[in-house]
């Protein structure tokens, strides 16, 4: 049974950090490259950070760079998220995917809110 399962979301002040993780579980976790997407309130689900399988290769939303670090920890079968300096547009539900092109397998989280407000 595939598992993705996001916590350390939360209320933050705006400027403050935020540490997200990605616990998987059931299907070969170094195998998938990973991502993180968010989704603000009536508005589509957009990227915001993937890492590759190897963890050797990244990629960020130009909204968050420089701000937010994605990092993954193959031997544990988690992913991570951190989050500095976040502005109240970081608002929004943050879910975890995994996908591998080469066999058309994607999953995805149910996702973590994480709200910044003063």
């Known amino acids: 049974q595939v598992q993705l399962v996001e916590s350390g979301g939360g209320l933050v002040q705006p400027g403050g950090s935020l540490r997200l993780s990605c616990a998987a579980s059931?299907?070969?976790?170094?195998?998938?490259?990973m991502s993180w997407y968010r989704q603000a309130p009536g508005q589509e689900r957009e990227l915001v950070a993937a890492?590759?399988?190897?963890?050797?290769?990244?990629n960020y939303a130009e909204s968050v760079a420089g701000r937010f670090t994605i990092s993954r920890d193959n031997a544990k079968n988690t992913m991570a998220l951190q989050m500095n300096n976040l502005k109240a547009e970081d608002t929004a539900v943050y879910y975890c995917?995994?996908?591998?092109?080469?066999?058309?397998?994607?999953?995805w989280g149910q996702g973590t809110q994480v709200t910044v407000s003063s």
């Open positions: 890492i590759s399988s190897t963890g050797g290769t990244t």
């Open positions: 059931g299907f070969t976790f170094s195998l998938y490259t």
């Open positions: 995917k995994a996908a591998r092109v080469i066999v058309s397998m994607v999953y």
